[in-house]
C-alpha cells in the first residue's frame, strides 16, 4: 500500500509541475504567457525529477512515475507480479487525475478568460500537430522505446555506480532531451498515466469554457507508450542490459 500510495504522489507531482508549466504558458494573463516550447520541456523535466523524489521519499523506491516503465519492469520478472503492476499502473493514472484537478484549481481565474478550447485542452493531455494515425502512434513508440531503453541504461551495471540521488537528475534530462528532439509530432505523451489521468481530470472538471476531451485520439498516448515500454525491454535484454 506504501508503494502505491508514493506512486500516486509521486505521478501527482509530475503533473502538477508538468502540466502547470503548460497552464503557465498557454492560458491568458500569466505571467509567463507564450514562454514557449523550451520553458515547456524544461517544466516536464523538472516535474520528473521532483516527481521521483517524492515516489521514493513517500514509499515507492522504484518510482516508474508512468506505466510503460512499470510494463517494462515487469517483464523482467522478479520486480511486480502482474497483480502489483497493474495496481501500480491504476495508482500512476489515479495520480495523473489529481495532478489535473491541483492544476485547474491553481489557475482558477484563467479559465475563463481563455478562450482557446484546444489550449485549455493541451493543458491536461496531448494532441498530434498533424493527425495521422500510424504516424502518430509511431511516434510515441519510437519517443517511449527512447525513455525506456536510456533509463535501463542509466542505471545499467556495465555504465558504473551512479552516486545516490544523481539517477533522477538524468531522467529529467532524458525526457528534457525527448521533448526537445521528438516532442514536437505529438507533444511526447510517452507515458499513459501522464496523458490519461489528466485527460479525465479535464473531462469530469467545470472548466470555463472547454471542449471536449478528445477521446478519439486519447487511445494513442496509452497504446503507444505500452508498445514502446516493451519493445525497450526486448531491445535491452538483448543487450544483456536487463
Known amino acids: ?23 503557465d ?35 515507492a523506491p522504484q518510482a516508474d512515475l ?3 516503465v512499470t510494463l517494462a519492469k515487469y517483464m523482467i520478472g522478479g520486480i511486480y507480479t502482474l497483480p502489483q503492476a497493474i495496481m501500480t499502473m491504476f495508482a500512476e493514472v489515479a495520480g ?28 491536461f493531455c496531448t494532441a498530434p500537430a498533424i493527425r495521422n494515425t500510424s504516424a502518430n ?3 510515441e513508440i519510437i519517443g517511449t ?30 525526457v ?4 526537445l528532439s521528438l516532442g514536437g509530432p505529438t507533444g511526447y505523451a510517452i507515458n499513459p498515466a501522464r496523458d490519461l489521468g489528466p485527460r479525465i481530470a479535464h473531462a469530469i472538471l467545470p472548466i470555463a469554457g472547454k471542449g471536449d476531451s478528445d477521446w478519439s485520439y486519447s487511445w494513442i ?15 535491452a535484454r538483448g543487450a544483456g542490459i536487463v
Open 25 to 59: 504558458c498557454l492560458l491568458k494573463k500569466c505571467k509567463s504567457e507564450n514562454a514557449g516550447w523550451v520553458a515547456i520541456t524544461a517544466g516536464w523535466a523538472f516535474g520528473v525529477v521532483m516527481g521521483v523524489f517524492v515516489a521514493v521519499a513517500m514509499g
Open 66 to 68: 508512468n506505466p510503460a
Open 221 to 235: 498516448p496509452v497504446v503507444g507508450p505500452m508498445i514502446g515500454g516493451a519493445i525497450a525491454f526486448i531491445i
Open 1 to 23: 500500500m506504501t508503494n502505491l500510495f508514493g506512486e500516486f504522489m509521486g505521478t501527482m507531482m509530475l503533473i502538477i509541475l508538468g502540466a502547470g508549466v503548460v497552464a
Open 145 to 174: 522505446i527512447v525513455l525506456v531503453l536510456c533509463i535501463f541504461c542509466i542505471f545499467a551495471k556495465p555504465v558504473g555506480t551512479i552516486p545516490p540521488g544523481v539517477g533522477p537528475y538524468l531522467v529529467g534530462i532524458l
Open 137 to 139: 502512434l509511431i511516434c
Open 176 to 179: 528534457w532531451g525527448i521533448g
Open 96 to 123: 495523473g487525475i489529481a495532478g489535473g484537478i491541483v492544476v485547474w484549481l491553481a489557475f482558477l481565474p484563467h479559465w475563463e478568460i481563455t478562450e482557446d478550447k484546444g489550449a485549455k485542452l493541451g493543458i
